[in-house]
């Protein structure tokens, strides 16, 4: 709904089109793990959460692996991946968001901390 995050209504529809077979409560069993500020909807930093809990293999997200392989094949997961193998840490800020545009799509800036 470009509002930059995302609700429950979206959150199902996204597991509903992943096939992955998720029932609405599976979603707000998700959302209620995710959403650390208790907003109802997923931030950035919190999907960004999501993603590296997911690329780690975080338990209590098991059953959710379908929407860790849909999220593999991009530059942030090629970082996580990487990073993995050396065994460095690496933990997501968002810096700006800039909205859409006649020109561009809204976009966000990340800034990637990496340790070890």
Known sequence: DNSLTVDLTELVRMLNDLDMGHTT??????LEIIDE???????FAEFADLFSRLMRGDKTLR???????A???TPVSILLEQCNKR?????FSLL????ATSMHAAHFIVE?????
Request: charged share 40%; with cysteine.
């Open 71 to 73: 999220l593999n094949e």
């Open 112 to 116: 990637a901390l990496l340790d070890g």
């Open 37 to 43: 500020d208790g907003s109802g909807e997923i931030d």
């Open 25 to 30: 409560e599976d979603a707000m069993l998700l």
């Open 96 to 99: 700006e968001e800039r909205q």
């Open 63 to 69: 059953g959710f692996n379908k929407l860790a392989e």
């Open 87 to 91: 065994g460095l840490k690496c933990k």
